[in-house]
């Protein structure tokens, strides 16, 4: 919908006499696509709030028919906010913590671009050059740069030790060496890989893909950090203060959790978190408990 689209919604309430500012909007979360409309209608100075769509969906239960339209739905969400209006809490979002939000849950999904990468070029290496793999850490600089150039057993074995030993040596900052050119010839030597060129094509692609990654979220880290340097720097210090609590994880929890001035009381926080302990009992029986894991997941991985 653009802009055309939501002034003619406004016109519906304005044809009835309804004052804007005295309307209350809710609408589900859903992913990306009620972020414009939230935005929209908070600013025409609508009191707008974006419900949990579980919320929604164990309300319509209490009706014996299981019709589905979006017309249905629609009432549906009225009829709950018509009914539990006032138990409705809005949580205060600014842009900045906007902002902080966002770039956390970026650098998580690079982390786990990452991860996933790591995973594919330790696979494609087992078929190409199984016995690397007991040399050292495949994913120090160093490993990384030379087997994008030597990806395979095959190519180590057909190149001189010199020429191995050149290609350790480049500019790696930061990277302590654990094995010798010598060790890569003996790991070439005993392999019995798969001669395959377009695994080897592959596999150089992925450390490709790999060192962007990294060097992407290495920047992404930096711009969070430093965000959250200038917008909650208190914060970040208190979480700071406890041992082993670093600004790669302060900031991401920041980032979820918000104001604290939004949770009237410890327990909203930990049911916020899906931390909060699910029990199952009747009568006399009392089943084993679990976490509920019904709260934000980003902010359970940043915990």
Do not use: W
């Not at 707008?48 to 014996?64: D, E, G, Q, R």
């Not at 160093?142 to 074995?157: D, I, N």
Request: glycine share 6%; aromatic share 6%; proline share 3%.
């Amino acid at each position: 919908m653009n802009f055309h689209g939501y002034s003619e919604f406004l016109k519906a309430p304005s044809s009835q006499g309804e004052r804007l500012d005295q309307m209350i909007v809710a609408m589900e979360s859903t992913g990306c696509y009620h972020i414009n409309l939230f935005s929209f209608l908070s600013s025409q100075g609508i009191r707008t709030v974006v419900v949990n769509p579980l919320l929604i969906s164990n309300f319509a239960k209490l009706s014996l028919r299981k019709t589905k339209t979006d017309k249905k739905d629609a009432v549906t969400i009225a009829r709950f906010l018509l009914d539990r209006h006032e138990e409705i809490s809005q949580f205060s979002i600014s842009q900045d913590h906007q902002d902080l939000r966002d770039l956390s849950r970026e650098r998580e999904s690079l982390c786990h671009l990452i991860s996933a990468t790591k995973v594919e070029i330790k696979r494609a290496l087992r078929t190409t050059f199984p016995k690397l793999e007991s040399v050292g850490n495949l994913y120090t600089g160093v490993m990384l740069r030379f087997v994008q150039q030597y990806p395979s057993a095959r190519l180590v074995r057909g190149v001189k030790r010199k020429a191995i030993a050149k290609a350790l040596r480049g500019p790696h900052v930061g990277d302590k060496l654990t094995f010798t050119a010598e060790d890569i010839v003996n790991a070439a030597q005993s392999s019995v890989a798969m001669v395959s060129p377009a695994k080897e094509i592959i596999v150089q692609g992925k450390i490709a893909t790999l060192l962007h990654l990294q060097e992407r979220l290495e920047e992404l880290t930096k711009l969070l950090t430093d965000l959250c340097k200038a917008t909650r720097v208190e914060d970040l210090k208190i979480l700071q203060s406890i041992k082993g609590i670093g600004p790669n994880t302060a900031a991401p929890f920041l980032g979820e959790v918000g104001e604290v001035k939004n949770f009237t009381s410890s327990k909203k926080r930990i049911a916020f978190a899906g931390l909060d302990p699910s029990i199952h009992q009747s009568g006399k029986f009392t089943g084993a408990s679990k976490l509920s894991k019904r709260g934000n997941r980003h902010l359970r991985r940043a915990i």
